[in-house]
């Protein structure tokens, strides 16, 4: 069974009259990466709202089709239910994401345990492996509100890492990190799929997904187009007709009218033309 | 008012409470220049920027933005030769109509309407963002909402235009958009003076780097110097790649690049 | 509690808080610590509505002393008035809204001239009692200095908070507006 | 809200302070008469000093002048009745004796309530409600709006800013002011409600919304002194009602 099964969903938000999803069907396996992406509006944020159940319990709208999220309907399960805990969900502000009545980065990070009324040294214990997986125990003592957009976000997802969840929801999780911070989200992602988590991530910053996805599915006016290994993928013509990007040198490769396959990696590129 | 240094800080002392934040600051920056303001968080950036709009003032030396002292002066005061985009743009979308949004600066500056509506139309133009001139500013996605903000900054064509990290959350062809307009704007003499963590953005469109340490200016080279050459500024793929490939000099953009790597893999000649 | 809510609510009670010292900057009498009650209300229902402006007075007690508390009666009627105006469609138009504004700051200065009277001996906020002691001083009695005053600011305070609320919501995008049916009704749309 | 460390203030149980500060307003409330109600102030100036709160004495100041000096205009220089002159002033004597109740109660209630915020941590109130397993939205609401305030003013200072840059005057006559109120309130409000929905996804996927029976993180100890000041506090508040009610 797969973490994720989406088949043939339709959404629309509330006060809008076009779909947001049009006969989208995605499935996510539990151990892998799989990556999204899309030109801004083809669907990838509301799908992740959709697998998470927040379309459209939260936000009101139409759903259509079958999801199953752990073997869920979302939808009908609010989250100190069955799903409570089991996903993550980490979306690109890390500012609306804070609990807004920590005081210290370590609460923030035990939000979330403290409300699933986990035993009180299952969360000390489970804090102190967020954040040193994050590499931010000397933040610990920190006020949230005041850290830097990189800082923050490393709480935020330390915050959701603490939960050991099943299935990771991450909408452009690296707005705010550095390139340091990027590597180290990356090599996390691979380390929880290789614990067994089903890793979903949307992103357009295609540079970093060869190196930590399994699988790219690229979207379009509100469904995927294309699905399969991000290096034959992001090589290709086909994801720019679909309205999405490639890697940065693969853009320069395109606008140099370069034929695919082109290079992804600087590396790559420095032998593509200077053969 | 053309031949006015667009900024100018001497001796600058500044601090909140009796946190010093900057101490004996001086710089000058000239027409058409593009300066990337770098440095840890809370080196002191953003207060300089502040300083710059006389939305603070120094409680030494002296800052002349435009050929004006700032002193004794507010921000409402320079908005018509200088621009300036807030890290969070949010805080300033109040209109109904992304149209609206951008005309407020030029009313608010007694513009008449037809002036008012032509600086609007350009530069909603040059960001791509005409056809969204009637919509809310809360209807558009998160990135293009920021371009509004830039696009409000921009309409007054400012002498120094004034940008805390305009790239954060960008997706890349809005990206694009801001590059393109930041270097039209150079090209005509006006000044930019920019926050970014973003060093790919930061070495397309700017040419010098000026780090901020311990309350004043510790570095002030061109941007290429810095990038690559010092361990907290990588130097980002374009401008690795354009090296590696002997393209040292030129700017490190998509568009400047590709027509001189035209060539196929195949023949393996490069028409630079 | 939904989450929608528990997000929610904090932002109007700090609305309520905050306003009054932006509006500060512009120099206008105004205390508009109503805003976020009445959008509230309008957004979300009475229940909410009532729910931020008591919150709101508590955490004003608490920064600010609790000699105001009891004020808080009067964020609860705005909430029920704000509630009955959206019903009728009255933030329909600006003339609509400041009506049913104009109408609320009649209740709320009435009540806020009871409150200040028994509770206080007329001493209130200093806005108005600066207007209660110019109104004694030409020889008007107590409670009739108070009632006045009291009616004269929060006559303005309200209608503009009703008109500020009102033409937010009018002009809400789509999309917030989706999320939010009840404002739909609030304002014909 | 620093209470001094190590003081009562700051080692008590977070109710302890609540309740006490709740029955100093209501005993002020009931007690009649200037002398009363003076040594009631008296009595609170001293308990806020020795539980470690003496700073909210004079924070309490700041509302509380304009109060006393309205009270004095008000009632004194303004009052009817007899007269008698101090300074140089005539003042009516009914007058004075009202507004020396009044300021007094004033006094005695501003100065309980900012003992409360100056001794109250958030954290500590958020697990003294989670271990009586009382709703967790109700300790949500309140501490979450407190924090909060200070990021709302900050974005409130800095929309003044942004307006400001692009040439908004805040000066002017009344009806250029008054249309200056949109730009510099729709900001705040629209932010506030846009960001909504990813508040509310965030809290809902971190379990905070039906919360049964949370954990405490760091539950603060109710001691036997806790509930004895406790219960002598709400006794003292039954008494003085009692007085003013039989009496």
Excluded at chain 1, 67 to 88: E, F, I, K, N, Y
Excluded at chain 3, 83 to 100: C, H, K, L, N, P
Excluded at chain 4, 64 to 72: D, E, I, M, S, Y
Excluded at chain 4, 158 to 167: F, P, T, V, W
Aim: with cysteine.
């Amino acid at each position: 069974m797969s973490a994720l099964e989406m088949q043939g969903v339709g959404f629309t938000y509330p006060g809008e009259s076009a779909p947001a999803l049009v006969q989208c069907t995605v499935h996510a396996e539990s151990g892998a990466v799989t990556w999204l992406t899309g030109a801004l509006g083809a669907g990838t944020s509301t799908a992740l709202l959709v697998a998470a159940g927040l379309a459209p319990r939260h936000t009101g709208g139409q759903r259509s089709g079958q999801v199953r999220t752990l073997g869920l309907d979302p939808a009908g399960h609010s989250s100190p239910g069955s799903l409570g805990g089991r996903v993550a969900l980490v979306l690109s502000s890390p500012a609306t994401q804070l609990s807004g009545i920590a005081e210290t980065v370590a609460q923030e990070v035990a939000f979330a345990p403290a409300n699933l009324g986990w035993p009180r040294e299952r969360i000390h214990e489970g804090v102190a492996r967020a954040l040193a997986i994050l590499g931010i125990p000397h933040l610990a003592g920190r006020d949230p509100g005041t850290l830097s957009g990189g800082e923050m976000q490393r709480t935020v997802i330390a915050a959701m890492l603490v939960l050991e969840p099943e299935l990771w929801l991450l909408d452009e999780p690296t707005s705010a990190l550095d390139a340091a911070g990027r590597a180290l989200m990356h090599a996390l992602l691979r380390t929880e799929a290789a614990r067994g988590a089903a890793v979903l991530i949307a992103s357009e910053d295609t540079d970093g997904v060869a190196a930590v996805a399994d699988r790219l599915i690229v979207f379009e006016a509100g469904r995927p187009v294309l699905d399969g290994r991000p290096d034959d993928l992001l090589r290709g013509d086909p994801v720019w007709n679909a309205g999405a990007a490639s890697t940065t040198i693969a853009a320069l490769g395109r606008a140099a009218g370069i034929r695919a396959p082109r290079a992804l990696t600087v590396d790559e590129g420095v032998a593509q033309w200077a053969r | 008012m053309g031949a006015l240094t667009p900024l100018v800080l001497e001796a600058v002392r500044f601090g909140y409470g009796s946190e010093r934040v900057l101490d004996g600051l001086s710089l000058r920056v000239e027409a058409g220049e593009g300066v990337a303001l770098l440095g840890a968080n809370g080196a002191g950036k953003t207060t300089l920027t502040r300083l710059a709009m006389a939305l603070r003032h120094p409680q030494q030396g002296r800052v002349v933005t435009c050929g004006r002292l700032t002193a004794g002066k507010k921000p409402e005061d320079f908005a018509d030769v200088a621009g300036y985009l807030f890290q969070n743009p949010e805080a300033q979308l109040f209109a109904r109509t992304v149209r609206a949004e951008v005309a407020f600066g030029p009313e608010r500056m007694g513009w008449h309407p037809p002036r008012v509506m032509e600086a609007v139309d350009r530069v909603l133009g040059e960001l791509g963002l005409a056809s969204d001139a009637a919509r809310h500013p809360y209807d558009l996605p998160g990135p293009t909402r920021r371009l509004v903000a830039l696009a409000a900054a921009l309409v007054g064509s400012p002498r120094l235009l004034i940008l805390d990290e305009p790239t954060a959350g960008l997706d890349r062809g809005a990206r694009v958009r801001v590059a393109e307009v930041v270097l039209a704007l150079r090209a005509q003499g006006a000044a930019v003076l920019a926050v970014t963590h973003d060093l790919g953005f930061a070495a397309e469109v700017l040419d010098r780097a000026v780090v901020l340490e311990g309350k004043r200016v510790t570095r002030d080279a061109p941007l290429s110097d810095l990038l690559g050459h010092h361990p907290d500024f990588p130097a980002p793929p374009l401008l690795d790649l354009a090296r590696r490939l002997g393209l040292e000099g030129v700017r490190p953009a998509i568009g400047t690049l590709a027509p001189l790597l035209t060539s196929p893999p195949e023949t393996g000649t490069l028409q630079a | 509690m939904n989450a929608r809510l528990l997000a929610l609510l904090p932002a109007a009670i700090a609305i309520n808080l905050v306003v009054g010292g932006l509006v500060n900057a512009l120099g206008l009498p105004l205390y508009l610590d109503s805003i976020g009650t009445i959008l509230a209300t309008v957004l979300a229902g009475p229940a909410v509505g009532m729910l931020a402006g008591a919150i709101g007075q508590l955490l004003f007690g608490l920064i600010n002393g609790y000699q105001w508390i009891p004020f808080g009666i009067i964020q609860v009627v705005i909430a029920l008035l704000a509630s009955v105006a959206a019903a009728q469609g009255g933030f329909r138009s600006m003339g609509r809204t400041v009506a049913w504004g104009l109408l609320t700051g009649l209740v709320a200065g009435a009540l806020s001239s009871v409150i200040s009277y028994v509770l206080f001996k007329g001493v209130t906020a200093t806005g108005t009692t600066a207007v209660v002691t110019l109104l004694r001083q030409l020889g008007w009695s107590l409670p009739a200095a108070v009632t006045a005053s009291s009616l004269a600011l929060d006559l303005a305070d309200k209608a503009v908070a009703f008109a500020v609320v009102g033409a937010l919501v009018r002009s809400l995008p789509g999309r917030m507006m989706g999320r939010f049916p009840r404002a739909v009704r609030a304002v014909g749309r | 809200m620093t209470a001094a460390p190590g003081s009562f203030a700051a080692r008590a149980h977070p109710f302890t302070p609540l309740v006490v500060t709740l029955c100093i307003a209501v005993v002020a409330i009931a007690l009649p008469g200037p002398a009363a109600v003076l040594y009631l102030y008296a009595a609170t100036l001293i308990l806020v000093v020795l539980t470690g709160t003496g700073r909210a004495a004079l924070r309490a100041l700041v509302p509380l002048a304009p109060l006393w000096f309205f009270l004095v205009l008000l009632h004194g220089v303004l009052g009817d009745g007899e007269q008698t002159t101090v300074l140089g002033v005539a003042l009516s004597r009914n007058g004075l004796t009202l507004a020396a109740t009044q300021a007094a109660r004033l006094g005695a209630i501003a100065t309980a309530s900012l003992a409360l915020y100056t001794s109250f941590s958030p954290a500590r109130f958020v697990d003294a409600v989670a271990e009586r397993g009382w709703p967790f939205s109700m300790s949500y609401l309140v501490v979450a709006t407190l924090l909060a305030l200070p990021r709302f003013r900050a974005r409130a200072a800095s929309i003044l800013e942004a307006q400001r840059s692009r040439g908004l005057r805040l000066r002017g006559s009344p009806l250029n002011r008054a249309r200056a109120i949109g730009p510099i309130t729709f900001p705040l409000l629209l932010g506030a409600l846009a960001e909504v929905d990813e508040r509310g996804f965030a809290l809902e996927t971190r379990a905070a919304s039906g919360v049964t029976r949370r954990t405490a993180l760091a539950p603060p100890p109710d001691t036997r002194m806790d509930r004895l000041t406790r219960w002598a506090a709400v006794a003292a508040a039954g008494s003085a009602v009692a007085w003013r009610v039989l009496g």
